[in-house]
Structures are given as C-alpha cells and as structure tokens.
C-alpha cells in the first residue's frame, strides 16, 4: 500500500511524468529485493498502476467520487489477475487456495460455532462447491476495493495534511448513487430465485456471482441511505447498530438490500433531498 501512495504525492508535487519515472525506480527495486516467491512481484506492479491512475485523475482534475473509483478499480482487477493468472504460474492454483478455503471453514464452523455451512447451504438449494468457487472470487474483489478505497483514504489525508492538495471534503452525502446500476443490481438478485434452473455450469457460475455482488452493492447503498437518515431525521447514528445486529438477524440483510434499491433508483435519495432542503430553509 506503500507504493501508490508514494507515487501520488510524488505526482501530484511534480508531474504525472515525474511520477512514471518514479514507478518504473519502484520497480526495478523491487525486482531486486524480491523474488518469484515473495509478494513484492505480484502486488507492487498492482500498486503502482493503481498510483498512476490516481495521479493521471489528480492531474485531469477529476473529482474524489472518480478517483476513488479509480482506485478501486485498479485494485481489484489487479487482486483477481494476481489469484487468477499470477499465482498459479508461481505454483499456487486457484484450486488448492480454493480447497484450503473450504477446509478452513468447515473446520471453524464445525469446531468453533457448531454451524455445519455446508448442510445450511444445501437445504437453501445451493451446491456448497460452487458456492466456495464464487465465495473465492468474490472475497478477492472485496479485498481489492478496499485496498483500494484504503488507498483513496490515505491519499486524500496525507495530500492534504503535507499541505501538496486539498482534494476537499467528501462525505457520505457526496456519494450519489447511479439509478442505472441500482436496476441492474436488484434485477441480478433474481438469480437466487431462478438458480435450479441454470444446468450450464458457467453460466451459474456468473448469475449467483453477479447475484451476490449486486445485492452487496445494495446493501451498501442501503447502508448509506440508513446512515444519513438516521442523522438528519432521527438525529441519531443507528446505521452501524442496524449493519450490528444483521449479522446476526439475517432477515434485516433483506431490509438493506431493499433500502439500498429504493435510495440507489431514486425515492429514497428525493425523500432525503427534500428533508435536507426543508432542514435548511428553517
């Protein structure tokens, strides 16, 4: 995480060429310090594309939305090539960090909270197999965006505090959701309901992982919507204690993801809009 943060303030005192100069010396060091068993080969080429996408956006004056974007992006597409096509040429398959997921969660499940996944997800008509496959997968991006929304905070933080860019303030509020992507979220979803009738291994595959990432991009805005309602309404920060007991209540999950389709297709932000606009004419 060291790398793309180096890099983007590097770029944003000098220029975004100074900061390609900078990457191509981060990674000849690299190469020397480590070797084809060690991360530095496979994560520092990822960070560093990631700080020059960040430093291209600084340099185009693109707002912090876009470059946390960016950032995200860069990451998680760089986590998945890591897992997918860099480790196995290092001789570590997907398969075998697949079958040790599955063996770590049987056994945590089994010895530790009692809870047999395996049998919970076959009554829910799942094959638990498949499931671990898109488990993995999905886990990878997750790990990804927040490396790099990990990145964004930093950046913006350290840019500001040394006095290089004040990129401004962002807050929740900032982050308005896309009604385009809200629909096509809450329409994946239906893949949990249609899944028995998917026979192409592949394309079952792709429609629950599609499902799962869709209904995590909802709860996510349901989150938000939550969060901010509860400030400006109820004047009180009951977002986190909602997202608390979820984990624990499954069936409020569903509430989110039903928040989260509202706010991200459009009633739920108007509602807030309206109540904002109303808090500040009085």
């Not at 945590?108 to 638990?128: E, H, K, M, P």
Request: aromatic letters at 14%.
């Amino acid at each position: 995480l060291i790398a793309p943060i180096i890099i983007i303030m590097y770029s944003a005192m000098q220029t975004f060429k100074d900061g390609i100069l900078l990457s191509v010396g981060v990674l000849i060091i690299s190469f020397l310090l480590g070797n084809f068993q060690t991360i530095y080969l496979i994560y520092i080429p990822v960070g560093i594309v990631t700080g020059l996408a960040y430093s291209y956006g600084i340099n185009k004056g693109l707002d912090k939305r876009t470059l946390c974007f960016l950032a995200i992006i860069t990451y998680a597409v760089g986590e998945v090539l890591a897992s997918y096509v860099i480790y196995p040429i290092l001789g570590f398959p997907v398969s075998q960090m697949i079958t040790e997921l599955k063996e770590m969660l049987t056994l945590s499940s089994n010895n530790l909270i009692g809870i047999d996944y395996a049998s919970i997800f076959s009554t829910a008509g799942f094959d638990f197999d498949k499931l671990i496959v898109i488990m993995y997968l999905i886990s990878t991006l997750l790990m990804g965006a927040m490396e790099g929304v990990l990145i964004h905070v930093l950046s913006v933080f350290l840019l500001k505090r040394f006095k290089i860019k004040d990129l401004g303030n962002m807050n929740l509020w900032d982050l308005k959701p896309n009604k385009v992507l809200a629909y096509i979220c809450f329409l994946s979803t239906f893949a949990f309901f249609f899944k028995d009738k998917i026979t192409n291994e592949t394309m079952y595959y792709v429609a629950i992982t599609a499902a799962i990432i869709g209904a995590v991009v909802l709860i996510y805005y349901g989150y938000i919507f939550l969060c901010i309602y509860a400030a400006v309404v109820l004047r009180k920060n009951i977002g986190m204690v909602y997202i608390l007991l979820s984990m624990f209540i499954p069936v409020l999950i569903l509430g989110l993801i039903i928040m989260g389709f509202l706010y991200g297709a459009g009633p739920l932000r108007q509602y807030l809009e309206n109540k904002i606009n109303s808090l500040k004419h009085e």
